[in-house]
Every structure is written in C-alpha cells, then in structure tokens.
C-alpha cells in the first residue's frame, strides 16, 4: 500500500531554473495539498485542490503553479527556482466528508543554490 | 484568520517522566484540532484529533488530548515518556475547507535516560 508518493526526494537546483515536484497518491482521494516546511516556522500551505480540475492558492503560493488533471496526481512546479524556495516540501491527501486524517508522503528536500 | 500557537520548541523529558506539550488556538469559528508527529527524515503522522464531541480525545502510542474551549487550548500529553518519543510534534487546526491545515511552529521533543 503506498499511499502518498513524493518523487525526488532530494533535488539542487541553480538559482532559476525550473523542475517539477511529483506527487502521487492511490487512496483515491480528492483532497491534495502542498506545503513548505522551514526551520521554525512549522508547515504553511503551498497550493490545495478539492478535486481534479480544481485548485487554489495556500498561505504562501508565489512562484509555485499546481494543475489536477487527475485525482491521483498533483504536481508542484517550481517556475524560476529562489534560494528563498530552500525548503523540505510534502504533498498530503485526504478523503472529503468528515473531516479526516491527512496523509503526507515522504518529503522532497528541495535547495536552490 | 485561524491560528495555532505552540509554546516551547524545545521540550526534554526524562524517560519514564510525564509529557506535556502545549498548543493554543485561535479561531473564529469552533476548530477541527490535530496533533502529528515528525521523526526524522520522515513525513508526517497522525496522533489524534479533536471534531466533536469528547473532549478528551486518546490517540496511538499512548499520547492523549484535551480540548479546552475555555482556555482555548489543546494539550498533548503522555504519562509516561519512552525513547522512542522523541521526535517534532505539530499542533494542527482546520475548518474544514479542503482539510487545509494550519500547523502550529512544532515542538521537538527530547527524551533522556
């Protein structure tokens, strides 16, 4: 069962370039969501998406554009990669409904150099 | 806006002793609470939460939660702490859009022979 799936796990990148974080999931959930997390500053809400077709934007969505095509995928891109955009990030799922546990995946740990 | 408030980023206990982390919410509505743990290099797992009804809530490994709505808090606590404890630990709040989660700023916890 594998749940939450986050492809890299660790990526450099130079200062603007572009890359894709991938993430997967084969619960068959309509809730995914994207975060950052930072030393000290806990996890804060990239982008988020209640179905496939649907997205918005999270507390901290600039320099990140997410699609849904399906409900399985959901994938972050990084446009013009900062060094401000150094950050561990997890993408989660969940069922609709009552409100219901997240699931994370592993974490991509992302530098920008 | 909803918020939560976790006081102490760093707690150490002895093994054996009582664990207490602290977390405070800030909402305008009546929140949805959870707290999750982080072991390292990993993503995030889900201890407990907090919708309706019973205030004290039991979640795994023992860990157990109270809502207060007086206090407007929601303490995690474990009686008796183990090695395999240590770990950062989030405190968490939605209103259930999307199960977008708001994360508090996490509390590592260090445990000691």
């Known amino acids: 069962n594998a749940g939450v799936t986050q492809t890299p796990k660790f990526q450099v990148l130079k200062t603007g370039q572009s890359m894709t974080l991938q993430c997967a999931q084969d619960?068959?959930?309509?809730?995914m969501s994207w975060y950052r997390q930072d030393p000290g500053m806990g996890l804060r809400l990239i982008h988020y998406?209640?179905?496939?077709?649907?997205?918005d934007q999270g507390e901290v969505p600039n320099g990140y554009n997410v699609s849904r095509s399906t409900t399985e995928d959901f994938p972050l891109r990084l446009l013009s990669a900062a060094p401000s955009q150094t950050s561990v990030y997890f993408c989660?799922?969940?069922?609709?409904?009552?409100?219901?546990?997240?699931?994370f995946g592993q974490g991509t740990r992302l530098t920008v150099v | 806006a909803q918020s939560v408030t976790q006081l102490g980023s760093h707690v150490s206990v002895s093994e054996g002793a009582l664990v207490l982390l602290r977390c405070n919410y800030s909402s305008s509505v009546p929140p949805y609470l959870f707290w999750y743990v982080q072991y390292p290099n990993q993503g995030l797992q889900l201890l407990l939460k907090y919708t309706t009804g019973a205030t004290l809530v039991k979640g795994i490994n023992g860990f157990e939660a109270e809502f207060k709505k007086s206090e407007t808090s929601f303490h995690l606590t474990k009686p008796s702490a183990h090695m395999s404890d240590a770990a950062e630990y989030f405190c968490a709040v939605t209103r259930g859009e999307g199960n977008k989660l708001t994360f508090g700023t996490g509390t590592q916890l260090k445990v000691e022979l």
């Open positions: 989660a799922s969940s069922s609709t409904g009552m409100i219901t546990e997240a699931f």
């Open positions: 998406s209640v179905g496939a077709g649907i997205t």
């Open positions: 619960m068959n959930h309509e809730y």
